[in-house]
C-alpha cells in the first residue's frame, strides 16, 4: 500500500470518529423527511391491511377455511369481505396524496426559505 493510499484510509476511518458539522443542507433533508415519512408509513400500513382483508375474502371463497371457521355461506362473506378489502386498497392512493399534499403545505415555507438560503450561499 503506498503513501496516498494509506493517507486516504486514515482520513477515512478518522472522519467516522470526528464530530459532523450540522449544516442547513442536512436541516432541509430533515424536513423533507418529516413531510414524507407520515404519509409513506399511513400509505404501506394501510395497503397491508387492505391487502391482507382482500386475501381472507378471497381464502374464504377459494378454500375449505369457512367449513373450519363455521360460515354458512363462505360465497357472499368472502366476496363482501374482498371487496371491502378492494375498496380499502383502491382509496389508499387517494388518501396517500391527500396526507402528503397537508404536509406540503404545513412544512412549505420553511422548506422554501432554507433552500432558498441554501441557494444563496449563505
Given at each position: 500500500m ?47 391491511i387492505?391487502?391482507?382483508i ?17 360460515i ?46 441554501i441557494?444563496?450561499?449563505?
Amino acid at each position: 500500500m503506498n503513501k496516498n493510499d494509506q493517507e486516504f484510509l486514515v482520513q477515512k476511518i478518522r472522519t467516522q470518529y470526528t464530530e459532523k458539522e450540522h449544516t442547513d443542507l442536512d436541516e432541509l433533508k430533515a424536513l423533507d423527511v418529516k413531510v414524507k415519512r407520515p404519509a409513506n408509513v399511513f400509505a404501506c400500513t394501510f395497503g397491508s391491511i387492505g391487502a391482507i382483508i382482500m386475501g381472507g375474502g378471497m381464502s374464504l371463497v377459494m378454500t375449505d377455511i369457512a367449513d373450519i371457521v363455521g360460515i354458512g355461506n363462505p360465497m357472499v362473506s368472502g366476496i363482501v369481505i374482498g371487496v371491502v378489502g378492494m375498496l380499502m386498497a383502491l382509496v389508499n392512493y387517494p388518501l396517500y396524496k391527500s396526507i402528503l399534499g397537508s404536509r406540503r403545505q404545513k412544512y412549505a415555507d420553511r422548506i422554501i426559505a432554507l433552500s432558498d438560503q441554501i441557494m444563496k450561499g449563505e
